[in-house]
């Protein structure tokens, strides 16, 4: 299978390679950011933009979902990629119809996301007609009875998939998931099926809720943070702030990751004095740099260390008031992780047998400990027993349900964690669909609908016909790039709530809708007047989002608006829900929140407070458990890594630091030294010279996937120049979403069914 892609609009011949950072944010990260803000917005839309980012009364991040500090913001609360997101969305270029006029589908299909993305805002709703070139205007009334047609005409609910990105708010997520459940089904797949649902199983399992139990204070206060699979420099800028208040409490940090990234490194605030002349603080003490997919090794060899402490010292090391009182199935974990091969350990992490000892002493040592942990763990085939394993350690240690202590599972996108909250999950507790049935007098479905990789099958297989997203790019997002798009271009009607062109809106059903919606950053007037949304940050912090500006076009419509609307053509006028009062006021709907979703009591009011209110979290707040014992849940694992097959690399899809998600910035990612081009495949020296390479050598990748009746699937990704970079033997790394196409639909984490986006066995191939 090939996969070429279009990537006319990048000349990757202009590729600098320079030498990588050794420190996350300084003074480039300012210039950088006002740069970006001046093209998109121009100067006054970027000094109203950026003076209200992630201010109380202002906006929240259209990026990221790392939290504020509670009681203190700073005066330029962002970053320099919060800064990017904010120009890219409030733009003030424009993509109107005559854009669409003037570019056929087929045109628009030949060029990259990132042309497509710096086209500016979509003005009007779009239409393209079976068999049509063009996407020509089409009036939001005809958009909505179109979509109700298609949707009408299914044999059954259930052949329709409802996709959300993270980005929609807390009320629009809301009535989203009513809408489709009034609809008839629950095929209700997130963004969070990619991303962090192999640390809400884990979790649930082992405390009982898929959230993480710290909040900011908490780490600000630990003397031990582990970080593990996650690039903050990048990804959570914000967060390096917090760990420079942790090291200066005198915290340690122990980083556990591939590649050295620049900002678990060094970090040069560009608030402070120290931070634009001087040094910075140095983040990590301690950098594991292992291999991909050896953490379950590594945690699993850390408890038999730990366990063969406490049996040479009892009592110093295993909290046993803690593990006798509150947790259940510690003798099983204890005998299975006892019987650990340090050896195998060793060289299933790469690491040295110093550091693994050193890293069990710490943990021994700490009296606060909190792991932190992103994509590096989730996207595995054993992602859910390695996090499992990680929180093993933290319970036998007591670290739950204490200040400076716990699991930080650091969340992407900047409302995934609300939108779950919300009922965005295909998989909602019964106890959820009662409380939908009571407030709306509905009675929803009960069957658990589909997930991402399932809805792909289930388009791929044509028994999903109808895809509906709100937010995201879709194409661009999922694995296995062409069996996707085929899947996708066989729907009989796909409909994308977008505010910027992507390449979903090219990847398009027999019909396809594009409805433009309002961004983060837009003021929202309805009947009542001026209109606020809320967030949940990655710590369940829930907070409201006020947008301040002046959208670009009158015909844009709130995400709520647009729900609301199509709810009372698609169900009626008479249906139960009130869809018209919710539209006209959106305290209305967080009434309902408050009366449905568990925590929310009294939303409205709690969500004004000055930082907003925490949701609960029995754990953290109380030590309870909501799992099958009432106890948390040690769990025992088998211990499984990925050996490098000769003359193979085991490959991680990564994100440069020019982009968020799948949103392309530019093409400088700084912190790696890499410019001017993406298609670019890190690899070890060693490796590049024993596979008969030279650095800077144009290779295809390709990947080899085993299927469950033992065929050999290959998928190639062409033309890629070799980097030498400080990467593990036998490792590599590349970008997403030009190596989508290497991951196969069918390799996915066991129980959470997330693609494996961090463990593809490739070869490289000279290219013709």
């Not at 908490?218 to 990804?235: E, F, K, M, R, V």
């Not at 009960?446 to 044509?462: E, K, Y």
Request: proline share 6%.
């Amino acid at each position: 299978m090939k996969h070429h892609g279009p990537r006319a609009d990048i000349d990757e011949s202009e590729l600098v390679v320079g030498q990588p950072k050794d420190y996350a944010a300084g003074v480039p990260a300012v210039l950088v950011s006002l740069q970006r803000g001046l093209e998109q917005m121009g100067a006054v839309r970027t000094s109203r933009a950026l003076v209200r980012l992630n201010q109380r009364h202002g906006f929240d991040c259209p990026g990221c979902a790392w939290p504020e500090t509670p009681g203190h913001r700073k005066p330029a609360e962002f970053c320099e990629n919060g800064a990017k997101a904010v120009a890219e969305e409030a733009t003030l270029r424009t993509a109107d119809p005559q854009f669409f006029a003037d570019h056929s589908v087929r045109e628009l299909a030949e060029h990259t996301g990132y042309w497509l993305g710096q086209q500016g805002r979509i003005t009007r709703p779009m239409v393209l007609r079976p068999d049509a070139t063009h996407y020509e205007p089409i009036e939001w009334d005809a958009a909505y009875e179109l979509v109700a047609e298609h949707l009408n005409a299914l044999d059954n609910p259930d052949e329709a998939v409802f996709y959300t990105s993270g980005r929609t708010s807390n009320e629009a997520a809301f009535l989203y998931q009513l809408l489709v459940r009034s609809f008839g089904t629950n095929n209700l797949p997130d963004c969070s099926n990619m991303c962090h649902e192999s640390s809400g199983a884990a979790l649930t399992d082992a405390i009982g809720i898929g959230k993480g139990s710290v909040t900011v204070p908490d780490l600000q206060d630990a003397d031990l943070i582990l970080i593990a699979g996650q690039n903050p420099g990048t990804n959570h800028p914000r967060m390096l702030s917090t760990l420079e208040k942790a090291k200066e409490r005198g915290a340690r940090i122990i980083a556990i990751n591939p590649l050295r990234e620049a900002g678990l490194l060094r970090f040069k605030d560009p608030q402070k004095v120290n931070g634009v002349v001087g040094h910075g603080v140095e983040i990590a003490d301690d950098y594991l740099q292992i291999r991909l997919g050896g953490d379950l090794a590594l945690f699993q060899g850390l408890g038999r260390l730990l366990l063969d402490m406490e049996k040479s010292e009892p009592g110093t090391v295993v909290d046993r008031p803690f593990v006798e009182k509150f947790c259940t199935g510690f003798e099983d974990y204890a005998k299975h992780v006892g019987d650990v091969d340090l050896d195998i350990v060793l060289e299933a992490t790469g690491i040295t047998l110093d550091q693994l000892l050193d890293t069990a002493r710490a943990l021994a040592r700490s009296e606060r400990t909190v792991i932190c942990w992103a994509m590096g763990l989730t996207q595995h085939t054993h992602a859910v027993a390695t996090i499992h394993e990680a929180t093993n350690i933290l319970l036998m240690r007591g670290m739950m349900g204490k200040p400076g202590a716990g699991v930080c599972p650091v969340r992407g996108h900047s409302n995934v964690q609300g939108d779950r909250t919300m009922g965005i999950w295909e998989q909602m507790p019964d106890s959820f669909h009662d409380a939908l049935d009571r407030e709306f007098s509905i009675a929803t479905p009960r069957r658990h609908g589909l997930d991402t990789v399932d809805a792909i099958r289930a388009m791929r297989d044509g028994r999903a016909k109808v895809f509906v997203a709100m937010g995201g790019n879709f194409a661009q997002a999922t694995p296995d790039t062409d069996l996707t798009e085929d899947a996708l271009r066989s729907c009989e009607l796909t409909v994308q709530i977008s505010t910027k062109p992507n390449r979903s809106h090219v990847v398009h059903g027999r019909t396809a809708l594009i409805l433009p919606t309002l961004g983060r950053t837009d003021l929202d007037v309805q009947a009542s007047g001026k209109q606020v949304v809320s967030v949940e940050d990655s710590m369940s912090m829930v907070h409201l989002s006020r947008g301040r500006l002046h959208p670009v076009s009158e015909h844009l419509r709130s995400e709520v608006a647009i729900v609301c609307q199509l709810a009372r053509v698609l169900l009626g006028e008479n249906h139960p829900v009130p869809w018209r009062p919710f539209e006209g006021d959106y305290d209305r709907i967080r009434d309902s929140i408050a009366r449905v979703v568990p925590g929310c009591t009294d939303y409205n009011r709690r969500v004004r407070e000055p930082d907003g209110f925490a949701l609960p979290h029995p754990p953290r707040d109380a030590r309870e458990f909501d799992t099958p014992t009432g106890k948390a849940a040690f769990g025992v694992h088998d211990l499984e890594w990925i050996p490098t097959p000769p003359g193979r690399l085991i490959l991680q899809t990564i994100r440069s630091h020019d982009q968020y998600n799948t949103t392309i910035y530019g093409l400088d990612d700084r912190y790696r030294g890499i410019s001017g081009g993406r298609r670019v495949v890190l690899v070890n020296d060693y490796d590049i010279r024993e596979l008969g390479f030279r650095d800077g050598d144009l290779v295809d990748v390709v990947s080899e996937w085993t299927t469950s009746d033992g065929t050999t699937q290959e998928r190639r990704v062409t033309e890629f120049r070799i980097v030498r970079y400080d990467t593990p033997r036998g490792n590599a790394a590349a970008y997403y979403p030009e190596t989508n196409p290497l991951v196969a639909l069918d390799h996915v984490a066991h129980k959470s069914n997330t693609p494996v986006s961090k463990a593809v066995i490739v070869r490289l191939e000279r290219s013709a």
